[in-house]
């Protein structure tokens, strides 16, 4: 056990479904796996496993910021011997072009964060997700035909809404490029890449920036159900 999963060894699988918000790991469980049990729960971070069309699969919440994404991966990955996290996230849309439940496969992640000063580098850190992954979840989507793109994502440590600097700070990212933004894929990306573990991050675009488009309130956790779809399908596709 860690100081943040009481989980012993062997109870979480090889492979990890990695929500921010708890009530989504506690969906995932409850409407699509067989057999699943809850493994952890300090401090309301939920953790379950079960079996998705017989793959043994976790899913546990991350919760918000990169440092807490960052600080529950490096435990998966080099506690618990996970070898496949795949992020399943909500984000915010940085392009007029996104509809509401659409799809993105982060293919980068750019940063405002601190997170890559860790590793020492004397130059800028852009992490990526693991190429099989990623291949496996695009080929996914299009046989799923789920409206889907793919793209460099904005993690930032401020919500976007809330950012002090303006919404000018979210309008350069996009300028440059970025699809949406969320808050945790660059630190799984950057802890995957430096343990030589596999990650990726499937975001759902629940609210539009530039359209002011968003999810009704009873369609932010029913609404994410694609996403959770590709992200076991591809799971089960890379594990075969």
């Not at 493994?39 to 546990?60: A, H, P, Q």
């Not at 997700?129 to 496996?136: A, G, H, K």
């Not at 993690?155 to 303006?166: E, I, P, Q, R, V």
Request: aromatic content about 10%.
């Amino acid at each position: 056990m860690t100081p943040h999963n009481r989980a012993k060894i062997g109870e979480i699988a090889k492979n990890v479904l990695l929500p921010g918000d708890p009530n989504r790991a506690k969906f995932v469980a409850e409407n699509f796996f067989e057999e699943s049990r809850l493994v952890t729960d300090v401090r309301g971070i939920l953790g379950y496993t079960g079996l998705y069309k017989g793959l043994e699969v976790s899913v546990m919440a991350s919760g918000m910021g990169g440092p807490s994404a960052g600080i529950y991966s490096y435990e998966l990955f080099n506690h618990y011997g996970v070898e496949n996290i795949v992020r399943i996230g909500t984000s915010g849309g940085l392009q007029k072009s996104l509809s509401v439940g659409e799809l993105v496969l982060a293919m980068s992640a750019s940063t405002d964060s601190a997170w890559a000063h860790q590793y020492n580098l004397s130059g800028t850190f852009s992490p990526c997700p693991d190429i099989t992954l990623f291949c496996s979840a695009l080929k996914k989507a299009e046989e799923l035909d789920l409206k889907h793109t793919a793209g460099m994502v904005f993690s930032s440590d401020c919500f976007s809404s809330y950012n002090a600097l303006g919404e000018g700070e979210w309008k350069k990212w996009a300028n440059m490029g970025a699809l949406v933004q969320d808050m945790e894929t660059y630190a799984l990306y950057s802890t995957a890449m430096y343990l030589k573990k596999k990650a990726l991050s499937i975001l759902t675009m629940t609210d539009n920036c530039v359209t002011g488009e968003s999810f009704k309130d009873e369609e932010r956790m029913e609404g994410n159900r694609n996403m959770i779809t590709l992200a076991l399908e591809t799971l089960v596709e890379v594990c075969k």
